[in-house]
């Protein structure tokens, strides 16, 4: 049976502003000035510049308020005004803070420069420039350039010779046989840089072998053995078997010829560039410099755009205050420029407020890795978790994540992620927790250290951190041994 009643309930919404605030705390500094030109275009009321009434305003001390814990944090809004209020005049012509918003730890000397673009040649280009000088017929040239055109970027060519015969007959309506497309690839693989156009590493290795072999050179006669008939042993290291197959009795034989081997390029591609691609640099979001151990926290000045609303909108609104006020059209036009404004008003709070947030939650994680910022010693990194830094700055765990998500700082030892910072715990026969990543630093000096031709296995690497204190399992040894792209004791076996 249905029935009809009423139910109150409260429910939390997040106002458009707080939306919009969200989203440009977790913008990079990169991509913050994409979004304000976007905002700029969309909102005419809204300009880059400062007012000169402003000028005077010391920016040295903007840092402080932004830190301060009395701050307005990220759960604060600017009040959303009803449309359908009565305009006040007042509102919109007092130069209050919005009028001219000028940037925090903005010196006023920085100049915006564009980095240069560097020039260089395809790798396709220059495989294309290498078929010309070949002197092919027609035919040879078109299978040519299909099979350059298959090339990866690493230098590779996957695709099978069936599907690239196929390609050719359904997309060029061109006939030829596998044997002609093998023909022309093997002129290819002459091409440079040494290696280029293998079909798997095996090939690679051995094309840059054949490059280097006149009959002469023990170590790279013995080196293309090894690959022809050894593969699958040299890539799991198993050097006692590689000996018998070759039927060999010192590892002397084969010790040399090995070490050629792992000085080849395994990506060839890589030798040349992919094209006019401009240079991709880190920009940080923060800078923190250790000035005789006192540490100076700012936020890159590409955080803090000089944002302000246009005065002749202003001069708009004196016109209306002066004017018939039962003008219906004036009236109109008025109204679309208040919403405009309010949106610009929003904008530049959010702004501000996402610098107030950034360097509240960067600071506090100073503070708590301050042993750490000293010195840049790993083995000084506090266990942390985004809670630790939430009851710091008394704000949402979600927005702690929100600045730790794709934000870097530039410290004297180097530019790192916010995410660095961030570790479990591992405790200690002490009962003293330490940070994860001060494991993973003793596993990689254990590992630096040992001797190569008998590379600790993961347990042996368990045994000696619970001899330093380290309560670990071994399978969280192998966990981080992996998280630091070490492979396991057999692959690092050297002879």
């Not at 027609?138 to 069936?162: F, H, N």
């Not at 084969?254 to 890589?270: F, H, S, T, W």
């Not at 109109?332 to 309010?342: C, G, H, N, R, T």
Request: one cysteine or more; hydrophobic letters at 35%.
């Amino acid at each position: 049976m249905q029935r009809l009643g009423l139910h109150q309930s409260l429910q939390q919404k997040l106002s458009p502003q707080q939306i919009q605030f969200i989203k440009l705390l977790q913008v990079p500094t990169a991509e913050l000035e994409n979004r304000i030109e976007e905002e700029l275009e969309l909102n005419p009321v809204l300009e880059e510049g400062e007012d000169e009434e402003q000028e005077e305003n010391s920016p040295e001390e903007a840092p402080e308020q932004a830190v301060d814990s009395d701050s307005p944090s990220d759960e604060q809004t600017p009040e959303e005004p009803n449309a359908n209020d009565e305009i006040d005049i007042n509102d919109y012509l007092r130069d209050d803070d919005y009028t001219s918003y000028k940037t925090y730890n903005d010196d006023g000397d920085e100049e915006e420069r564009e980095m240069p673009m560097p020039t260089s040649t395809s790798l396709h280009e220059t495989l294309m420039t290498q078929l010309g000088f070949l002197g092919l017929n027609e035919k040879q040239s078109t299978i040519g350039k299909q099979l350059i055109g298959s090339i990866e970027g690493d230098g590779y060519i996957r695709r099978e010779m069936e599907s690239i015969v196929n390609d050719l007959a359904f997309s060029q309506g061109f006939e030829t046989t596998l044997e002609e497309v093998e023909a022309v690839l093997k002129k290819i693989q002459s091409f440079d840089p040494a290696g280029i156009a293998a079909r798997n590493l095996q090939e690679c290795l051995l094309l840059q072998l054949e490059r280097m072999d006149d009959g002469q050179d023990v170590d790279v006669i013995v080196g293309k053995r090894i690959l022809q008939e050894c593969y699958e042993e040299f890539t799991k290291k198993h050097y006692a078997k590689i000996l018998k197959k070759l039927d060999l009795d010192d590892e002397d034989y084969i010790k040399d010829a090995i070490e050629l081997i792992v000085r080849l390029n395994p990506k060839p591609g890589g030798e040349v560039s992919s094209g006019n691609v401009k240079n991709q640099y880190v920009i940080p979001d923060f800078i923190l410099v250790n000035n005789n151990g006192k540490l100076e926290l700012s936020l890159n000045s590409r955080n803090a755009p000089e944002l302000r609303i246009s005065r002749s909108y202003s001069d708009m609104f004196k016109a209306y205050d002066k004017s018939d006020k039962k003008d219906k059209k004036l009236k109109e036009a008025v109204s679309f420029v208040k919403q405009k404004l309010d949106a610009a008003k929003w904008f530049i709070d959010a702004i501000r407020q996402r610098q107030h947030t950034l360097l509240r939650t960067m600071k506090a994680i100073v503070d708590f890795q301050f042993d750490y910022f000293q010195e840049g010693d790993e083995t000084k990194l506090r266990p942390m978790i985004l809670k630790d830094i939430a009851q710091m700055i008394n704000m949402d765990i979600s927005t702690v994540s929100r600045v730790a998500s794709s934000k870097t700082i530039q410290t004297d030892f180097g530019i790192y992620p916010l995410k660095y910072f961030f570790s479990e715990g591992i405790s200690t026969d002490s009962g003293e927790e330490v940070s994860s990543r001060e494991v993973k630093q003793i596993i990689k000096d254990l590992i630096e250290s040992e001797d190569k031709s008998k590379p600790f296995p993961d347990d042996k690497l368990e045994d000696l951190l619970n001899e330093k204190g380290y309560n670990i399992a071994r399978r969280t040894v192998a966990k981080y041994r992996e998280q630091l792209n070490i492979p396991v004791a057999r692959l690092r076996k050297e002879m």
